[in-house]
């Protein structure tokens, strides 16, 4: 198995504009989590899913922010407009269960907004 | 609510010194406790684990004893390499939700 991928690997932005990040979970894995890390708020949980279904999106900062998963093998995240503190490491991860299991983490997106 | 409480870093040794991790937890009911490492750009991988009282995770090297009377995970190794500099992070597992601290980075010096 090729394990979470995530898309792109590292993205520059200008401030206002729209990003649009991506995650490909494991499949046969039917939860899905989005993390935010940065150096001072360390790894925060943004929003997850089960069976395609957003479960808790309690962590999503703002309304900026939203998150979609239209089908088992894909998901994405969307920041619009981007502003320069979103400025992070985005994880995905994803797991078989959400329950006693371990998280398989993809390596991440780099964001910066200038 | 469920949260861990993780020694705050950064933790800098030098090569074969021995390492202690703390982590402390509250939660509802008896959790099954991780311990995660972060390799340098990369993401989260699971280094170790316990689902019950007394269970000891152990790997690469790394242990950990469940202990429920002090509600502590503390994570230990007894010589540390350079290759283990990383951020480790606690986390139990609550329910249905994934938890975690803000980590502690470990750098490990020849």
């Known amino acids: 198995d090729a394990g979470v991928i995530q898309s792109p690997r590292h993205e520059v932005t200008e401030m206002g504009q729209e990003v649009t990040l991506r995650c490909k979970p494991i499949s046969g894995h039917d939860y899905l989590f989005w993390y935010r890390q940065t150096m001072m708020r360390g790894l925060e949980l943004l929003i997850y899913?089960?069976?395609?279904?957003?479960?808790?999106d309690s962590g999503m900062p703002e309304d900026r922010f939203s998150a979609k998963m239209p089908n088992a093998s894909f998901s994405t995240l969307k920041i619009q407009p981007s502003e320069p503190r979103d400025s992070a490491v985005y994880f995905c991860a994803s797991s078989f269960s959400a329950v006693n299991e371990k998280l398989f983490f993809g390596s991440g997106t780099q964001l910066s907004v200038l | 609510g469920d949260s861990v409480t993780q020694m705050e870093g950064p933790v800098t040794l030098s090569e074969e010194a021995f390492l202690t991790i703390n982590c402390t937890y509250t939660?509802?009911?008896?959790?099954?406790l991780f311990w995660y490492v972060q390799y340098p750009g990369e993401g989260l991988q699971l280094l170790l684990k316990a689902t019950k009282a007394d269970d000891k995770g152990s790997n690469k090297g790394f242990e950990a004893t469940y202990r429920k009377e002090t509600t502590s995970f503390h994570l230990e190794k007894g010589s540390v390499q350079v290759s283990d500099s990383a951020v480790y992070f606690c986390?139990?597992?609550?329910?249905?939700?994934?938890?975690f601290g803000t980590g502690t980075s470990l750098t490990v010096i020849p």
């Open positions: 899913f089960n069976n395609n279904v957003p479960i808790d």
């Open positions: 939660a509802t009911g008896y959790p099954s």
């Open positions: 986390a139990p597992v609550p329910g249905n939700q994934f938890y």
